[in-house]
């Protein structure tokens, strides 16, 4: 019987990342090694990997604090053209931890069909005494394999996140990552997957009558042509804040594309300082789009009659500045 295959992409990031010192888990350079030798290893500890054909590709080689929209266009060509292929069964991209939640995001709602995507990451480079990417790939092949297992999830310290919920919540820690109020999906246990609920999808999910599911086949034509999207910038409420960063944001500048949407970041339910409110306004008196969510980590914005301006998104602002992007492509 032939061996069903797993398409794995590589970005770069942490895991791949090496140190000069062996055990500087700090002062490494990301994306140093290949996507092939990252999975030459897990054969001889997981007999099961036997059982399948695993292709690997490169698509980029970088830190993910890098990370920018013509890597991502590429990114999701990559993975579309894994996803319509009838012999390969999932992918699996290996990515840093950075932007991990923004990419898992923007993949969910421009990639289409019901096959696993998983991205997975590590918080310690390859060259680390202990490092934790093994293990995470390792669990990664074994949820892209699982026959419950569809759509886009990252996997990270032995938990599955769905990619609506993930975000990352400490910037050291192995266990890096939290799906908020929401709970993982499911835990991996040497190669088991043990489900908590199934995947989260982005079905249905509209901001002030932008209906995002119609997004895919414009987002990915608008990256391959014009190989960007449409500037969309994040500001934030804060005490003693101004409306001078959002006027500046209006300026041209020579060379930089026009601001076409503003994503601010507001206390508590949304809440926004009166100076940066008026900011805003002036803002979309000028055709910029402007979405609302909050600084808050956990939870999301509550719409109230107070929330009617600018439009209540149940989005983290990074989500939501690609979610806002998108829509504007069409």
Known sequence: MEKRKVLI??????????????????????????????????NAVAPWMRRWHWQAQQVAQLDSKDMDAATWGVLAQAAQAGLDDPDVTAVVITHGTDTLEETAFFLSLVLTGN???????????????????????????????????????????????????????HPYKVDAFSSGDAGPLACVEEGRVRWFKKNISNDGLSTDGIDLDAAPYAALKWLKTKGDSPRVEVVTSHAGVTGAMVDALLQPLAGVPPLMGLVVAGTGNGTLHAALLAALQRACSQGVVVWRSTRCPFGQVVPGPELVW???????????RIALALSLTR
Do not use: F
């Open 9 to 42: 992409l590589g970005t770069g990031g942490t895991i791949a990342g090496r140190a000069q010192v062996a055990g500087d888990n700090v002062g490494y350079k990301a994306g140093e090694v290949p996507v092939e030798e990252l999975l030459a290893p897990l």
């Open 115 to 169: 096959k696993p995507v998983v991205l997975t990451c590590a918080m310690r480079p390859a060259s680390a005494l202990v490092p934790d990417g093994p293990q995470n790939l390792l669990d990664a092949l074994a949820v892209a394999t699982d026959p419950t297992a569809s759509g886009v999830c990252v996997v990270a310290a032995g938990n599955v996140h769905s990619a609506l919920s993930v975000s990352k919540v």
């Open 310 to 320: 600018p439009p209540a998104v149940p989005l983290s602002p990074v989500k939501a």
